[in-house]
């Protein structure tokens, strides 16, 4: 076996086509990947064939740092995975070919991938996208009136699209029957089972209290009997059942279209807006946590940079010396 790498390369891509039975575009990637890996291997400044690395004798050390290089250079964590990959192929066949202690790919791992910061709408937006109707529907109607009250309250108390479609008229306690959460109006707040089914109470603003004012005499007349425990629900479609989470995603999305909305918009979108808007304005992080009901604050700690991003957005627009965007 001529032991070349690129001899090497050529024979492991042979049999990727005769005995594997892989598309030419996947052969063609999979030659791609080595032959990067070749030149990470024999470094910038060394002569083609002078330089040609022996794979045999790769060490797990030197896939380290081939992958740190290309990650160096900007490639991205997918990208760096999918190389991973198709070296510890090969590193797998060519340990059936010849003798090699290990495979100098197995165990590492490319980078973490950035997690994208959750969509936040500007203040602005949040509330028309709230408090505005569709212009093309009466106001007043059943469907409206609802979607007012519920938008509201997604957008005042930061619920999550499940939490808000377990809310009760009130605390009820019948049989088997137990509210997952309530509102109370007597005291602005509601009271949701989050994750892990921990409850917790959020205070609910005025206007979010005079959209469901204007919401319950409806729902009394939607109540019926023969729907079980459904009559208990804050919020009742048409027929008189509990209002769904997907029926309110498909709704809000709808709504936001209707307003021509630049952001594609969804309930998660206003619980973001929410976390942002409040911790814009008091900066009070555990206070953001405790209402969003996040178990660390690690997961709070991304509405933080969001604030950044708008911090420096100011800057860019105020400060003489910055750079205007």
Request: proline share 4%.
């Amino acid at each position: 076996m001529d032991s070349t790498a690129q001899s090497l390369i050529s024979q492991y891509l042979s049999s990727l086509r005769s005995q594997r039975k892989l598309s030419a575009h996947t052969v063609d990637n999979y030659g791609r990947d080595l032959v990067e890996l070749r030149g990470l291997l024999a470094g910038p400044d060394k002569d083609a064939q002078a330089g040609d690395p022996d794979l045999r004798k790769t060490t797990q050390v030197q896939i380290r740092k081939c992958a740190a290089q290309l990650h160096a250079r900007g490639l991205n964590a997918r990208s760096i995975s999918r190389k991973l990959s198709a070296w510890r192929g090969f590193f797998a066949w060519l340990s059936m070919e010849v003798e090699l202690k290990a495979n100098p790919a197995d165990g590492v791992k490319p980078p973490k991938k950035s997690k994208p910061l959750p969509k936040a709408l500007a203040a602005d937006d949040a509330v028309r996208l709230v408090s505005q109707g569709d212009p093309a529907k009466d106001p007043s109607s059943t469907m409206a009136t609802c979607n007012r009250a519920m938008f509201e309250l997604l957008y005042s108390s930061g619920l999550r699209v499940s939490e808000l479609g377990g809310v009760d008229i009130a605390d009820v306690r019948e049989g088997a029957y137990e509210s997952a959460g309530w509102i109370d109006v007597d005291n602005a707040e509601v009271t949701v089972t989050g994750k892990g089914g921990k409850k917790r109470k959020v205070p609910v603003g005025r206007a979010a209290l005079e959209a469901i004012a204007a919401w319950l005499p409806i729902r009394a007349a939607l109540v019926k009997a023969d729907t079980g425990t459904d009559c208990h629900a804050l919020f009742l479609s048409e027929r008189g059942t509990r209002m769904s989470p997907r029926v309110t995603q498909l709704r809000l999305k709808a709504h936001g279209k209707s307003l021509e909305m630049a952001s594609d918009v969804h309930p998660h979108m206003l619980r973001h807006s929410f976390a942002t808007h409040v911790l814009q304005s008091s900066g009070d992080l555990r206070a953001v946590q405790e209402m969003l009901g996040h178990a660390s604050i690690t997961a709070t700690q991304v509405y933080t940079a969001l604030d950044f991003q708008r911090l420096a957005q100011v800057y860019d627009q105020a400060h003489p010396r910055a750079k205007k965007s």
